[in-house]
């Protein structure tokens, strides 16, 4: 695989820095390496802070992941706010987090550069096969989950729906082939 990164090499303090500033959208890269060479003269002269396309590559990968944790947030905010956890709606939202995160490294790997020890990568794809196995069961496991979950709520509001029939039925005094009518071709009941 590729080499680490110079920015990984960087005091925690600098790389800290980089970070903020590149999550904040502040900075261009030239005004962001202005910056660190008046905020770190030391490293400047000694030239160990990274260079232009250094940080921008890591910004494109900082931004990357930044989103995806945006993009996971807002997700579960909208699930925890509109789908309750009866059908597990989490989980599916996790599942298919995990999925995208086991895809993105299957084709970091394969676009590794060719310096890779070839056992090594071997490896780490039946490290990722095993997983996705797993994770793949887990899916199919949740989605029996939510259509079980799914056809009792389907089957409680039908017998809400009945009960409520029969209450106004009495009420307005309807015959048994009405009540029969509106159970069998409105609410889609078979006749008890």
């Known amino acids: 695989m590729a080499g680490k990164s110079s920015i990984h090499r960087l005091p925690e303090e600098i790389k800290a820095y980089i970070e903020a500033q590149l999550a904040t959208g502040c900075h261009t890269l030239d005004s962001l ?3 660190l060479r008046e905020r770190f003269p030391v490293e400047a002269n000694a030239g160990s802070l990274p260079s232009r396309s250094a940080i921008g590559r890591y910004g494109q990968k900082l931004e990357r992941r930044l989103a995806a944790i945006r993009a996971s947030t807002e997700a579960a905010k909208l699930i925890r706010a509109h789908a309750g956890d009866e059908i597990d709606a989490r989980s599916e939202a996790l599942t ?3 999925q995208t995160e ?3 490294a299957i084709i ?4 590794a550069d060719d310096e890779t020890d070839s056992g090594k990568r071997v490896e ?3 490290k990722a096969a095993k997983n996705i196995a797993t994770l ?5 496991n949740l989605k029996k989950f939510q259509a079980e979950a799914e056809e009792r709520a ?3 509001l039908l ?3 009945d009960a409520k029939l029969q209450e106004v039925a009495k009420a307005q005094g309807m015959s048994a082939e009405q009540v029969d009518f509106w159970r069998r071709d409105f609410l889609g009941i078979n006749a008890p």
């Open 154 to 156: 389907r089957r409680a």
């Open 159 to 161: 017998a809400q729906q």
């Open 124 to 126: 780490l794809l039946s």
């Open 136 to 140: 793949a069961r887990s899916s199919v």
């Open 33 to 35: 390496i202005e910056d």
């Open 108 to 111: 970091e790997l394969q676009e």
């Open 102 to 104: 086991l895809f993105e």
């Open 96 to 98: 298919a987090l995990v």
